[in-house]
């Protein structure tokens, strides 16, 4: 095992420089890889409560203060392409659907942000292999076409092509996996849409009634949400006694019942 090691720490050596951004973009690769993968989850494209409670509330009454409360409740891609739908009631059913474009693709552009290093290394790092074999050839070649006194040309030449093509090996080791992970990252990025698709299917139909009826701001349906759902106070004590004050002037105000009168002898 340790000469294995060392026969594959000697390759690194004999690769030269570029060996070292080979192992750079392979660290991208990785770094990248692990957070899309764990940033990529089902939850944070639609989580299930919020296409459940959702669903309860598409089935009874539409109300859009409380769908917007839903959606800050449970931040996600679908919550924010929903706020941003929401935030358009009130207006004819094509400026509803371009609110809807607009959030999926700044959506779909922050989604994307971390995936493009793993394309950029799956482009990038076989290029950096055939530099360092292009480099090396040269190297190979200078030696062959002036080689010391005794030495045998195709020795020479056979030894540095050998070398000049550990790049190129280290290269492909790294763009292969890579390209096959942004492969499998750009289609849960694609599922994960259809998902959001169907959330904001079932919510577009509801919000055809309330056309023309005005317009809100994110904050009124904020703020509209929170006094509907806030629950009522109980009366305070110094209320009670207000409502209870009347009631105990208008019993003192009374007059005194009559006294009997007992008959005379």
Known sequence: MSDRIQTLWQLF???????????????????FGIERLVA????????????????????????????YRLCADHPSVAARVVQGLLEKTGRPLPELERAVEVEKDREASRLYANVRPISLAVSVTPLLGLLGTVQGMILAFMKTASPEAGANRATELAGG???????????????IPAALLAHFLEGRILKGFRAVDDVVDGVLPRL???EGKGRVTPAQLLA???????????????????????????ASARPPAPRPVSPRP
Not at 19 to 25: D, F, L, N, S, T
Not at 41 to 66: I, K, M, Q, T, W
């Open 224 to 250: 509209a949400a929170s006094a509907a759902t806030a629950p009522a106070a109980p009366p305070s004590a110094a209320t009670a006694s207000a409502a209870t004050a009347p009631t105990a002037a208008a």
């Open 13 to 31: 050596l004999a690769g030269g420089p570029l060996m070292w951004p080979i192992v750079a973009m392979s660290l991208v690769v990785v770094t």
């Open 208 to 210: 055809e009634k309330f």
């Open 40 to 67: 990529l989850r089902r939850r944070s494209f639609v989580p299930p409560e919020l296409a459940r409670e959702l669903a309860a509330l598409e089935e009874g009454r539409f109300d859009p203060r409380l769908a």
């Open 161 to 175: 092509i050998y070398v000049a093509l550990i790049t190129t090996f280290a290269g492909l080791c790294v763009a």
